[in-house]
């Protein structure tokens, strides 16, 4: 009886079949991971210029919706139009085609540095992402 009953259990186990894990690839992680827009934001209530640095979370027709931080320690929000993409132009050379021009506004939030104590404000304003890099 013992015999029959590992016997239906091996049976059983080699009918439904063994699971199997896809390989793990680093190269198709990476791809699936956003790239990063570097760009210039220029502040209508400070009437002055500021690096930013977001990552893409949606796209729909040319324009995109798009969360990061600028240099002014501030969480911000940006939504842009892609104006012009250098790859697209037949540019093939190792830095130029990483150069996507996309025009939009941003609003940012709070001082998100912690070497200082500043009281957070709202700052909004226009910008200009020159650079997407994908790693």
């Not at 990063?36 to 002055?48: E, T």
């Not at 798009?66 to 250098?86: C, M, P, R, T």
């Not at 957070?120 to 650079?131: A, E, K, N, Q, V």
């Amino acid at each position: 009886m013992k015999k029959l009953l590992v016997m239906v259990c091996l049976f059983t186990l080699i009918g439904i079949g063994v699971a199997k894990a896809d390989e793990l690839s680093i190269g198709d992680s990476l791809k699936k991971i956003p790239g990063l827009k570097q760009g210039i934001g220029f502040s209508f209530k400070d009437h002055d210029f500021d690096y930013l640095t977001t990552i893409e979370l949606a796209k729909f027709k040319g324009v995109s919706l798009e969360v990061g931080y600028s240099a002014k320690d501030e969480a911000i929000g940006v939504a842009s139009y892609e104006i012009a993409k250098l790859k697209d132009y037949g540019v093939t050379l190792p830095i130029l085609d990483l150069v996507e021009l996309n025009l939009g506004g941003y609003a940012g939030y709070g001082r998100i540095s912690v070497s200082k104590v500043i009281s957070p404000r709202f700052d909004y304003g226009l910008s200009l992402t020159l650079i997407k890099v994908k790693f």
